[in-house]
T-cell receptor, first 113, second 111 residues
């Protein structure tokens, strides 16, 4: 596709359930990023994949969060035992070079009830 | 620890006037700066960027100024249009290619 695709666009889940969020980056983009935006907050870095290098997981807020990127393309962000504070918009971005800017998807709005 | 700060949460300007959006950073290792624009229910879109070797970059109605000694950058929009109403994020990066974002500023352009 022409852009970064994220699914689902909206997700409501019960506290304690696991959720998986998917990101399809732009074809050929070697870098993939996950950010989240909580209400009234900026974009918080979560994890960064670059080619075949080990991912930068320094932004993951707890061990309930994990992400993988299969075949250097599609990425899945998994949140286990969701909590209400996990409610946010989760944004995925890809890039070929940071000087070209990231291209963001439209995000997944996660609501934990 | 906010390394990129956008201290004003909102700005309202009249159509046709100049909008000036400010951003401060604390990390001296940042060498590339970007502005993103975000409409509701959409992802942020890249607007304009500037390298630390420059002090100004212009693209149409948008100009970004960088003052390295003050660790300050600003985005000027002239003339402002109602369609410019959105949230604007300042972002910075260094050698690790990871963008650090500010909290954003909501710009409202009044017709």
């Amino acid at each position: 596709g022409a852009g970064v695709s994220q699914s689902p666009s909206n997700k409501v889940t019960e506290k304690g359930k696991d959720v998986e969020l998917r990101c399809d980056p732009i074809s050929g983009h070697t870098a993939l990023y996950w950010y989240r935006q909580s209400l009234g907050q900026g974009l918080e870095f979560l994890i960064y994949f670059q080619g075949n290098s080990a991912p930068d997981k320094s932004g993951l807020p707890s061990d309930r969060f994990s992400a993988e990127r299969t075949g250097g393309s599609v990425s899945t962000l998994t949140i286990q035992r969701t909590q209400q504070e996990d409610s946010a918009v989760y944004l995925c971005a890809s890039s070929s070079s940071v000087t070209n800017g990231y291209t963001f998807g439209s995000g997944t709005r996660l609501t934990v009830v | 620890d906010q390394q990129v700060k956008q201290n004003s949460p909102s700005l309202s300007v009249q159509e046709g006037r100049i909008s000036i959006l400010n951003c401060d950073y604390t990390n001296s290792m940042f060498d590339y700066f970007l502005w993103y624009k975000k409409y509701p229910a959409e992802g942020p879109t890249f607007l304009i960027s500037i390298s630390s070797i420059k002090d100004k970059n212009e693209d149409g109605r948008f100009t970004v100024f960088l003052n390295k000694s003050a660790k300050h950058l600003s985005l000027h929009i002239v003339p402002s249009q109602p369609g410019d109403s959105a949230v604007y994020f300042c972002a910075a990066t260094g050698a690790n290619s990871k963008l650090t974002f500010g909290k954003g500023i909501t710009l409202s352009v009044r017709p």
